[in-house]
Nanobody, 121 residues
Framework: QVQLVESGGGLVQAGGSLRLSCAAS????????IGWFRQAPGKEREGVSC????????KYADSVKGRFTISRDNAKNTVYLQMNSLKPEDTAVYYC??????????????WGQGTQVTVSS
């Protein structure tokens, strides 16, 4: 019943922008934090950003701070990741995921299928 579906990935030149969407269904989005993760070939999955259920807490990895912005629209059951000033090292499959509660600190138990982001130099 719980589903997370990412979209918005694609190919962009360095310095460009993309907006990723995470469409949620099967649960009340208002009650849960949502995180964004990414994984490049040959590298470990890393946390990129997270937004608490209330939207009051927004966290970013140091590597994306100042360039990426996470937001949520509970009425649309969607969480977004606006990615600006993209760099080739941002190339990865991006996943959204849901923890067990409203806060970002915790284990993530549901994951989307991922969307590919490729940044060319």
């Amino acid at each position: 019943q719980v589903q997370l579906v990412e979209s918005g990935g694609g190919l962009v030149q360095a310095g460009g922008s993309l907006r990723l969407s995470c469409a949620a269904s099967g649960f009340t989005l208002d009650y849960y934090a949502i995180g964004w993760f990414r994984q490049a070939p040959g590298k470990e999955r890393e946390g990129v950003s997270c937004i608490s259920a209330s939207g009051g807490s927004r966290k970013y990895a140091d590597s994306v701070k100042g360039r990426f912005t996470i937001s949520r629209d509970n009425a649309k059951n969607t969480v977004y990741l606006q990615m600006n000033s993209l760099k080739p090292e941002d190339t990865a499959v991006y996943y959204c995921a849901r923890p067990r509660g409203p806060y970002c600190n915790g284990e993530y138990e549901y994951w989307g299928q991922g969307t590919q982001v490729t940044v060319s130099s």
